[in-house]
């Protein structure tokens, strides 16, 4: 946290950190900006790790929130904060937000999205193909990404311009992502609405990069993000 936040120091304890960190927090103030500490994988925290992180939200001054706090994780660390021993963490929560698993309109529009960033400018995968990989991934991004880079696959290899079910069928089949049997693809429903305007950096297709299983070597990512007043928002104070 020193080296994100700058701190060309060594400290040998907490204490000289938090004197440090609280200076730089203090900074921060002095020109109108607020500091952000994002730990993204927050379920991977200990019990000890948050209650360290929430002793930085105690670095105020006068009424001034001068520190505020995101976590980001599944939804195991729901678990977490429910636990006796995150009781204080939780209550200086103000703020939670849960993402739901896609819809199937959105699935669609969410490949629809990730294929026209790639440049292209057909659909490449049918009705039916959209309905399989729904019903597969059950509606969880990290899982359409690497269902659908799997069918593109099958479908370069079988020289086709079209991605069908049964070429998702064959890809699911491969992969280590549905513990369940597959179920069988069902027929989409016409006159089904889309959702519009996903944002760019929401779609990623290259599951090289996103691994459905949790890498128990990953730690935890903390960050501090300065920002103007206007730009931050509490979540934690």
């Given at each position: 946290?020193?080296?994100?936040?700058?701190?060309?120091?060594?400290?040998?304890?907490?204490?000289g950190?938090?004197?440090?960190?609280?200076?730089?927090?203090?900074?921060?103030?002095?020109?109108?900006?607020?500091?952000?500490?994002?730990?993204?994988?927050?379920?991977?925290?200990?019990?000890?790790?948050?209650?360290?992180?929430?002793?930085?939200?105690?670095?105020?001054?006068?009424?001034?929130?001068?520190?505020?706090?995101?976590?980001?994780?599944?939804?195991?660390?729901?678990?977490?904060?429910e636990?006796?021993?995150?009781?204080?963490?939780?209550?200086?929560?103000?703020?939670?937000?849960?993402?739901?698993?896609?819809?199937?309109?959105?699935?669609?529009?969410?490949?629809r999205?990730?294929?026209?960033?790639?440049?292209?400018?057909?659909?490449?995968?049918?009705?039916?193909?959209?309905?399989?990989?729904?019903?597969?991934?059950?509606?969880?991004?990290?899982?359409?990404?690497?269902?659908?880079?799997?069918?593109?696959?099958?479908?370069?290899?079988?020289?086709s311009?079209?991605?069908?079910?049964?070429?998702?069928?064959?890809?699911?089949?491969?992969?280590?992502?549905?513990?369940?049997?597959?179920?069988?693809?069902?027929?989409?429903?016409?006159?089904?609405?889309?959702?519009?305007?996903?944002?760019?950096?929401?779609?990623?297709?290259?599951?090289?990069?996103?691994?459905?299983?949790?890498?128990?070597?990953?730690?935890p990512?903390?960050?501090?993000?300065?920002?103007?007043?206007?730009?931050?928002?509490?979540?934690?104070?």
């Amino acid at each position: 946290l020193a080296a994100e936040a700058g701190m060309e120091k060594k400290f040998s304890g907490k204490v000289g950190f938090l004197i440090r960190f609280k200076q730089f927090i203090l900074q921060a103030y002095d020109v109108e900006k607020k500091v952000l500490l994002i730990l993204d994988e927050a379920q991977r925290l200990s019990f000890e790790t948050l209650e360290q992180i929430r002793l930085l939200s105690n670095i105020e001054k006068s009424d001034k929130t001068l520190i505020n706090i995101f976590f980001v994780g599944q939804n195991e660390f729901s678990d977490i904060l429910e636990d006796e021993r995150s009781m204080a963490t939780k209550q200086r929560i103000t703020t939670r937000y849960q993402l739901e698993p896609f819809t199937e309109d959105e699935t669609a529009e969410y490949i629809r999205h990730r294929l026209n960033v790639a440049g292209a400018k057909t659909e490449i995968f049918n009705p039916d193909a959209i309905t399989a990989i729904q019903d597969y991934s059950k509606g969880f991004p990290r899982a359409i990404n690497i269902i659908c880079d799997n069918a593109l696959m099958i479908g370069f290899g079988s020289e086709s311009k079209t991605v069908t079910a049964e070429m998702v069928l064959s890809a699911a089949n491969e992969l280590p992502i549905v513990d369940d049997p597959m179920p069988k693809p069902r027929k989409k429903p016409s006159g089904a609405s889309r959702t519009k305007d996903l944002p760019a950096e929401d779609a990623i297709m290259e599951s090289k990069d996103l691994p459905v299983a949790d890498d128990p070597t990953n730690e935890p990512i903390l960050k501090p993000i300065v920002a103007s007043g206007a730009e931050a928002q509490s979540v934690a104070d």
